[in-house]
């Protein structure tokens, strides 16, 4: 599903579930696992944890609960901060609520 928010506009986010990261790591929950960073997408975050940003901004944390203000028109990407994918399973199940700003 791609969402796309005007500048402005605030994503309030709810996550919830577990991803196994690969062999040695174990499982994660939302709000990520501590230690590996080097096999993370962006290290100054937990390894495992549910990122998210509006077009090519820099990557915010969302966890388990978290939100997005677009500081510019874009879509919306989430990932499990993780640079080595193909070896996971499991998902984060997601919720948003889109807040629009007064006129």
């Known amino acids: 599903v791609e969402l796309y928010l005007n500048q402005g506009d605030e994503l309030r986010l709810s ?58 028109d874009g879509f919306v990407e989430l990932i499990v901060n993780d640079n080595d994918r193909g070896n996971n399973s499991g998902a984060y199940e997601v919720t948003m609520s889109l807040i629009k700003p007064p006129k």
């Open 15 to 72: 996550a919830s579930g577990s991803v196994r990261l690969g062999p040695f790591v174990g499982a994660s929950g939302p709000d990520g696992v501590d230690g590996f960073e080097h096999y993370s997408v962006d290290s100054g975050f937990k390894l495992g944890a549910l990122l998210g940003r509006v077009g090519n901004r820099p990557w915010s944390m969302i966890g388990a609960a978290g939100r997005l203000v677009a500081s510019e």
